[in-house]
Structures are given as structure tokens and as C-alpha cells.
């Protein structure tokens, strides 16, 4: 199993934070261009044993995600775990934390490549894409939730 991390400080109020990421339209605007998000249940409401279904495409190759929220604690804890991926496993923790004037975002993604000892050939590979997307989408988030907090 591999595990990657990223956090970030944000400058916004806690509980918008997390409302924030309960939202599942906010997937794609904190998704990379290169990659188109399609959310199959639109109506999604995010909630322990509730399970959203996405399909992501790209570089031309659609993936269907089904990811079931496994844990949910206001206003500090969301994680969730794919139910079907192109994982062996995947298992995402979204953490936040107050600190100061400033909220700790951290997400951990714990994954394993399929194939066996073959998948874990691609795990730098996955290490990288997975550090694109997160350093992407906490710039987004930043962006986003401080520019509400101007308001």
C-alpha cells in the first residue's frame, strides 16, 4: 500500500471548509483541466454509507468511480473509500483543523495499484499524478474559499 499526503493552510471559516468538500459539484471545479468530471448521481447527498458515483475521463480513457463516505464527523473529518476504481484499494482522508486565523486542510490517499507486483511498477507514476492533482486542487480550494471570505 502507498500513501500520499498534502496539506494546506486556508484562510476561512471551519465549517465552510467542510461544507465545501460535502458538496459534490465541487469536484469539478477543483479538478484539473485535463481531466473531465461527470457526476452520475447529481442529487448526491454526502453522508455516512452514502455512495457517489463519478466517471472521470482522461487522456481520453473514461473510469468509472463508485466511492462510499465511510466517516463523517462535523467539521473535522471526511473519509471516503472507493467502492470500484481502477484501484486495488483507495481510501481518502480529508481532515481540517482550525489554526489560528487560518483552517489545516490535509488529505491522505491510501492506495494499491491492481496487477500485483506489475501495478506496483506504476506507483511512482501514480505518486506523481496524484501530487498534480492535490497541489491543484488545494490552490483551487484556496482560491475559491478566501475569495468567499472577502465577501
Given amino acids: 500500500m ?5 496539506t494546506s493552510l486556508i484562510r476561512c471559516d471551519l465549517e ?6 460535502l458538496q ?3 469536484i469539478k471545479l477543483i479538478t484539473p483541466s485535463d481531466t473531465k468530471v461527470i457526476l452520475e448521481n447529481e ?6 454509507g452514502e455512495v457517489l458515483k463519478i466517471t472521470s475521463i482522461k487522456y481520453f480513457i473514461p473510469t468509472k468511480w463508485e466511492v462510499k463516505i ?3 464527523e462535523r467539521p473535522n473529518l471526511l473519509v471516503d473509500v472507493a467502492l470500484k476504481s481502477p484501484f ?3 481510501e481518502h482522508t480529508h481532515s481540517f483543523k482550525q489554526v489560528g486565523d487560518f483552517c489545516e486542510l490535509t488529505d491522505i490517499v491510501k492506495f494499491k495499484m491492481p496487477f500485483g ?3 506496483t511498477l506504476l506507483n511512482s507514476f501514480m505518486m506523481r499524478e496524484l501530487k498534480t492533482m492535490f497541489e491543484y486542487r488545494h490552490i483551487k480550494t484556496r482560491e475559491i474559499l ?6
Avoid: P
Fill in 24 to 26: 459534490s459539484k465541487n
Fill in 2 to 6: 502507498q500513501i500520499y499526503e498534502k
Fill in 117 to 119: 507486483f506489475f501495478g
Fill in 70 to 72: 465511510a466517516k463523517l
Fill in 146 to 151: 478566501e475569495t468567499k471570505e472577502k465577501r
Fill in 88 to 90: 486495488a484499494l483507495w
Fill in 16 to 21: 465552510a471548509l467542510f461544507d465545501f468538500h
Fill in 43 to 48: 442529487n448526491f447527498q454526502a453522508k455516512e
